[in-house]
């Protein structure tokens, strides 16, 4: 019985001395990904949008940290007041071989969610009695929108709601399906921005 307890003991020491390296290289890029954003979120301006043809204040913006894909390296949400609620006014960053990238640029206001570690986040927007809501799919670096949902709130001609699968309408029952094949049984996590001040960065990136 001895034997076996020490054998046991044994195994799950090498278990954790085969992981450590991996936790703490993790650990590492969580550091690095957390201080790049810091020094952007730091600037004067920020160079706005996939066509990078004009630039915002930064002090102006709202950010949020997320973990949209699966690994433990927190993606960044800004959004800009400064940009037309109805066009690219949010942008999501990743970390990724020593830089900050630009992921997307999307419609999100302040109503942005996702879906934690199953590559799946959502911009909504209010326009015309219409609220808009685009589910996108993060993969290797990029997202393209997959689902959408259009809600008439306003009811001018009537209150609907039209679900999409790319551009093809879908019933409710069939975008559920969609839905659950990219985020399983995840619930949904909305996300609290936070304005841009130094208390605020060092409060809320970690």
Request: aromatic share 10%; proline share 2%.
């Amino acid at each position: 019985m001895m034997k076996f307890l020490k054998r046991m003991v044994l195994f799950l020491l090498i278990l954790a001395a085969a992981a450590a390296p991996v936790n703490v290289q993790a650990a590492s890029q969580k550091a690095k990904a957390v201080k790049a954003y810091k020094n952007m979120l730091s600037k004067k301006a920020l160079h706005w949008g996939n066509n990078k043809n004009f630039d915002i204040p930064v002090k102006n913006c709202l950010f949020a940290t997320v973990y949209i894909d699966k690994d433990s390296v927190p993606e960044l949400i800004v959004h800009s007041p400064d940009i037309p609620h109805w066009s690219d006014c949010s942008v999501l960053y990743r970390y990724k071989n020593g830089k900050v990238q630009e992921v997307k640029s999307f419609s999100a206001g302040e109503r942005f969610s996702y879906y934690k570690k199953k590559g799946v986040f959502v911009g909504s927007d209010l326009s015309s009695g219409i609220v808009k809501s685009v589910y996108y799919q993060l993969s290797k670096g990029k997202a393209s929108a997959k689902l959408t949902v259009n809600k008439n709130v306003a009811g001018i001609g009537g209150k609907w709601t039209k679900y999409y699968s790319g551009k093809k309408q879908v019933t409710k029952s069939q975008f559920n399906k969609s839905l659950k094949k990219m985020a399983g049984a995840r619930k949904k996590t909305t996300v609290k921005l936070h304005k841009n001040t130094a208390g605020n960065r060092s409060r809320y990136l970690k």
